[in-house]
């Protein structure tokens, strides 16, 4: 290996490495958000919701678990458009991520309410709270803190599985990495590089994670 | 006097199980009643229903003579809006086995969050009544702490205040002291005998036969779901009528 020849791609090409994990950062963060939202959503719609509601929350779960998320990133790019829908690629990523991310969140937020345990929301409503209160005031601020671990695993599974946008030409971090190598050949330096950078991302998150665990705590 | 509790004919089945089987109770302001009986004979389960945490399937319950939890529309019985029924369960207050205070709030907290968010008031003034409530279980001096912070007892008498700052009709109370250790038991039975002085209506299930004797104004033995006796404490601990009270008082060793 040599390292001065590696210093020298490395200023040339940084620029376009930041891009790419700028890309990477952003369409997790997007598919992160999306899924977070639907997947709450589907995880109270299993919880409480009446028999037809769930058995259809299930069956998305199963699907979508049971699914590689590959597969799911080349049937959102070509079915999805099938549709009438226009989508760019990356639109195309986002929602196959968002749709992944949201089964595990769901998983997750089902799994928060459950260790809840009865006494609390009969304690609320025993003082005369509705079901929205109950669940804002007593119940979610329980959930948030029980499930926030296992939320930013998911998290973290999303930014890697993020990676996966190259087979559809997302220009983000891997494929970004792809276009310099086939240019310099220096294929062990630049893939441990990013390599290094996903590490960083991830290693932020579950920092930020506990941060936030801290500060829930009581 | 209007009575402030008013049960007739009252059924509830846990699918094929019927555990209260017609169950009739009236209670004046200011009577304290306790519920003995074994294990099963459905005390928690009746206390369930007044505060509408059990649907029931028949008979009546009037508390300070509103119907709650159903009415009659064209014959038929139906449920209450959830709405409303949130309103019935605010008309009575009860107290839990196992406390269940909200671990994410303060003892101030548990206690003003139904203030606030059921009567609507506002934050000062919530936080006035919740003081006043903590002073008088005594625990105003550790109204800041959570309740992972608090001994048994404490958060029991938390738990007391959160109900009873709500003002109200009728408090239930649920083996209170079940949970305790022995030495903590006093201290929240001192809080509920100090209610009782001040007039309170209640309602409470318990296994401290001393404390039922002491207290109580009435005393309502259950066996499989119907009150088999009731009455007078002293006539009720001295001379039970029936062969099961007496063996009952028995086994739980009142002299
Ligand atoms: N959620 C439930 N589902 C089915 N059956 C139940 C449920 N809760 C209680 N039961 C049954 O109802 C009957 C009455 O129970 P309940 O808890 O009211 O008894 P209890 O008198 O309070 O007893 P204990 O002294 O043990 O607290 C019991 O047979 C019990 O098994
Ligand atoms: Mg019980």
Same mark, same amino acid.
């Given at each position: 290996?040599?390292?001065?020849?590696?210093?020298?791609?490395?200023?040339?090409?940084?620029?376009?490495?930041?891009?790419?994990?700028?890309?990477?950062?952003?369409?997790?963060?997007?598919?992160?958000?999306?899924?977070?939202?639907?997947?709450?959503?589907?995880?109270l719609m299993i919880f409480y919701g009446r028999m037809p509601a769930r058995i259809c929350g299930w069956i998305y779960l199963d699907f979508i678990r049971g699914t590689p998320v590959l597969v799911l990133m080349l049937a959102s790019f070509y079915i999805v458009p099938l549709a009438g829908l226009g989508l760019s690629a990356t639109g195309a990523g986002i929602l196959a991520l968002s749709a992944f991310c949201s089964a595990h969140v769901a998983e997750v937020f089902r799994?928060?309410?459950?260790?809840?345990?009865?006494?609390?929301?009969?304690?609320?409503?025993?003082?005369?709270?509705?079901?929205?209160?109950?669940?804002?005031?007593?119940?979610?601020?329980?959930?948030?803190?029980?499930?926030?671990?296992?939320?930013?695993?998911?998290?973290?599974?999303?930014?890697?599985?993020?990676?996966?946008?190259?087979?559809?030409?997302?220009?983000?971090?891997?494929?970004?990495?792809?276009?310099?190598?086939?240019?310099?050949?220096?294929?062990?330096?630049?893939?441990?590089?990013?390599?290094?950078?996903?590490?960083?991302?991830?290693?932020?998150?579950?920092?930020?994670?506990?941060?936030?665990?801290?500060?829930?705590?009581? | 006097?209007?009575?402030?509790?008013?049960?007739?004919?009252?059924?509830?089945?846990?699918?094929?199980?019927?555990?209260?089987?017609?169950?009739?109770? !009236?209670?004046?302001?200011?009577?304290?009643?306790?519920?003995?009986?074994?294990?099963?004979?459905?005390?928690?389960?009746?206390?369930?229903?007044?505060?509408?945490?059990?649907?029931?399937?028949?008979?009546?319950?009037?508390?300070?003579?509103?119907?709650?939890?159903?009415?009659?529309?064209?014959?038929?019985?139906? !449920?209450?809006?959830?709405?409303?029924?949130?309103?019935?369960?605010?008309?009575?207050?009860?107290?839990?086995?196992?406390?269940?205070?909200?671990?994410?709030?303060?003892?101030?907290?548990?206690?003003?969050?139904?203030?606030?968010?059921?009567?609507?008031?506002?934050?000062?003034?919530?936080?006035?009544?919740?003081?006043?409530?903590?002073?008088?279980?005594?625990?105003?001096?550790?109204?800041?702490?959570?309740?992972?912070?608090?001994?048994?007892?404490?958060?029991?008498?938390?738990?007391?205040?959160?109900?009873? !700052?709500?003002?109200?009709?009728?408090?239930?109370?649920?083996?209170?002291?079940?949970?305790?250790?022995?030495?903590?038991v006093n201290e929240v039975l001192n809080v509920i005998q100090d209610l009782a002085n001040d007039g309170m209506t209640m309602l409470l299930v318990t296994h401290e036969m001393r404390f039922a004797y002491q207290v109580s104004s009435k005393v309502i033995f259950m066996e499989h779901g119907v009150i088999a006796e009731e009455g007078d404490p002293k006539e009720m601990f001295h001379n039970p009528k029936s062969q099961r009270l007496a063996e009952f008082l028995g086994k739980?060793?009142?002299?």
């Amino acid at each position: 290996m040599d390292l001065s020849a590696f210093f020298v791609e490395l200023a040339n090409v940084w620029p376009r490495l930041l891009q790419g994990s700028i890309a990477t950062v952003t369409v997790s963060f997007q598919a992160i958000a999306y899924g977070s939202v639907f997947g709450s959503l589907l995880g109270l719609m299993i919880f409480y919701g009446r028999m037809p509601a769930r058995i259809c929350g299930w069956i998305y779960l199963d699907f979508i678990r049971g699914t590689p998320v590959l597969v799911l990133m080349l049937a959102s790019f070509y079915i999805v458009p099938l549709a009438g829908l226009g989508l760019s690629a990356t639109g195309a990523g986002i929602l196959a991520l968002s749709a992944f991310c949201s089964a595990h969140v769901a998983e997750v937020f089902r799994g928060g309410l459950a260790a809840v345990p009865p006494g609390q929301a009969e304690a609320a409503k025993s003082v005369g709270l509705t079901f929205p209160k109950i669940l804002f005031y007593v119940l979610l601020p329980q959930v948030l803190r029980q499930a926030l671990p296992a939320w930013i695993n998911a998290a973290v599974e999303i930014v890697k599985a993020s990676s996966l946008l190259a087979v559809i030409s997302v220009p983000e971090l891997l494929l970004t990495t792809q276009q310099i190598v086939s240019r310099n050949f220096m294929n062990a330096e630049f893939y441990l590089v990013c390599g290094l950078i996903y590490f960083a991302i991830n290693l932020t998150l579950s920092k930020f994670g506990k941060l936030v665990e801290k500060r829930l705590a009581f | 006097m209007n009575s402030i509790l008013e049960i007739s004919g009252l059924r509830k089945s846990y699918g094929p199980l019927e555990v209260i089987k017609g169950v009739d109770l !009236a209670m004046k302001p200011g009577e304290v009643v306790s519920i003995i009986g074994s294990s099963g004979s459905g005390k928690t389960t009746l206390l369930r229903c007044i505060n509408l945490l059990e649907e029931f399937q028949g008979g009546d319950i009037r508390i300070d003579g509103q119907l709650i939890g159903y009415k009659t529309s064209n014959g038929k019985r139906v !449920a209450l809006p959830e709405r409303e029924r949130a309103k019935n369960r605010a008309l009575t207050g009860m107290a839990f086995q196992q406390f269940n205070l909200f671990p994410h709030m303060t003892a101030l907290g548990n206690v003003t969050l139904g203030l606030r968010k059921t009567r609507g008031m506002a934050k000062d003034e919530a936080v006035a009544v919740a003081e006043k409530w903590l002073e008088r279980v005594g625990m105003s001096q550790r109204k800041n702490h959570y309740p992972i912070q608090l001994s048994g007892g404490q958060q029991q008498r938390v738990a007391i205040a959160r109900a009873i !700052a709500m003002n109200p009709k009728l408090m239930l109370f649920d083996e209170v002291t079940s949970a305790l250790d022995p030495e903590l038991v006093n201290e929240v039975l001192n809080v509920i005998q100090d209610l009782a002085n001040d007039g309170m209506t209640m309602l409470l299930v318990t296994h401290e036969m001393r404390f039922a004797y002491q207290v109580s104004s009435k005393v309502i033995f259950m066996e499989h779901g119907v009150i088999a006796e009731e009455g007078d404490p002293k006539e009720m601990f001295h001379n039970p009528k029936s062969q099961r009270l007496a063996e009952f008082l028995g086994k739980s060793k009142f002299q």
